[in-house]
């Protein structure tokens, strides 16, 4: 389903779930759209779902042959040839990279991990297993800057947020939001349930690529000691 989100932007939506084969339909738009670019185009941006195609309706009204219809109407009609066109574009030709995230999951870093233990019937430790056995996909980068939402959870751990979200949560707390798990990138308000810090900076706007994961990429989580998160904040490791 195609709809204007806005004066510059219309939004795909490809389904209702958190699913890796229509985040694979969400990335193939977003390569057609990249490769194929139509005057006006700005940016596409992912969700778990669908896609947002970002456009200058200012150049797309210049650029249009017969100033019939609108800019709007234009977009449209290119999205819906690429959507009506998806069985035919190949697979995705980008896997993402795989990026480990050294996580300590002490109680100091970690305040929920008692309280997603106690929901689930399990122990902390048991928590803090599964957690680092999974391999995450991340579907969209949102909410602040370098925010990775990521899909593939075991159903063992979810939980739902916090009834009343947190004022202030430490860059770096890595958080459970029902089946989601994330890192929050900076300083920021929030309901997920924090069970760990990772000392590794998630986005630092002086870096050629401000946001360490982009959607696409592959999560996977290491446990680390306390002292093992001093000594990487330290640069000793």
Same mark, same amino acid.
């Given at each position: *389903?195609?709809?204007?989100?806005?004066?510059?932007?219309?939004?795909?939506?490809?389904?209702?779930?958190?699913?890796?084969?229509?985040?694979?339909?969400?990335?193939?738009? *977003?390569?057609?759209?990249?490769?194929?670019?139509?005057?006006? %185009? #700005?940016?596409?941006?992912?969700? %778990?779902?669908?896609?947002?195609?970002?456009?200058?309706?200012?150049?797309?009204?210049?650029?249009?042959?017969?100033?019939?219809?609108?800019?709007?109407?234009?977009?449209?009609?290119?999205?819906?040839? #690429?959507?009506?066109?998806?069985?035919?574009?190949?697979?995705?030709?980008?896997?993402?990279?795989?990026?480990?995230?050294?996580?300590?999951?002490?109680?100091?870093?970690?305040?929920?991990?008692?309280?997603?233990?106690?929901?689930?019937?399990?122990?902390?430790?048991?928590?803090?297993?599964?957690?680092?056995?999974?391999?995450?996909?991340? %579907?969209?980068?949102?909410?602040?800057?370098?925010?990775?939402?990521?899909?593939? *959870?075991?159903?063992?751990?979810?939980?739902?947020?916090?009834?009343?979200?947190? /004022?202030? @949560?430490?860059?770096?707390?890595?958080?459970?939001?029902?089946?989601? /798990?994330?890192?929050?990138?900076?300083?920021?308000?929030?309901?997920?349930?924090? @069970?760990?810090?990772?000392?590794?900076?998630?986005?630092?706007?002086?870096?050629?690529?401000?946001?360490?994961?982009?959607?696409?990429?592959?999560?996977?989580?290491?446990?680390?000691?306390?002292?093992?998160?001093?000594?990487?904040?330290?640069?000793?490791?």
């Amino acid at each position: *389903m195609l709809y204007p989100l806005s004066e510059n932007a219309i939004h795909i939506t490809l389904g209702h779930n958190i699913d890796p084969e229509i985040h694979q339909r969400v990335k193939k738009i *977003m390569e057609r759209v990249e490769e194929e670019p139509f005057h006006g %185009y #700005v940016e596409c941006v992912p969700s %778990y779902t669908g896609v947002t195609v970002f456009y200058d309706p200012i150049n797309i009204y210049h650029t249009m042959e017969e100033k019939k219809g609108s800019p709007s109407e234009s977009v449209m009609r290119y999205l819906k040839k #690429v959507v009506d066109s998806l069985d035919a574009i190949p697979q995705s030709k980008e896997s993402g990279n795989v990026v480990t995230i050294p996580v300590c999951y002490d109680e100091d870093f970690g305040p929920d991990l008692s309280h997603v233990a106690v929901e689930n019937g399990l122990t902390k430790d048991e928590v803090i297993q599964i957690h680092t056995s999974g391999e995450y996909l991340v %579907y969209m980068i949102g909410f602040a800057p370098g925010f990775p939402f990521l899909g593939g *959870m075991e159903d063992d751990i979810a939980t739902p947020r916090k009834r009343e979200p947190r /004022t202030k @949560i430490p860059a770096g707390s890595v958080g459970i939001a029902g089946s989601q /798990t994330g890192i929050y990138p900076i300083e920021t308000p929030g309901g997920w349930q924090l @069970i760990g810090q990772t000392p590794v900076r998630m986005f630092d706007s002086h870096r050629e690529e401000p946001s360490l994961l982009k959607a696409g990429d592959h999560v996977r989580f290491k446990a680390i000691t306390y002292e093992e998160f001093n000594a990487y904040k330290e640069g000793d490791l």
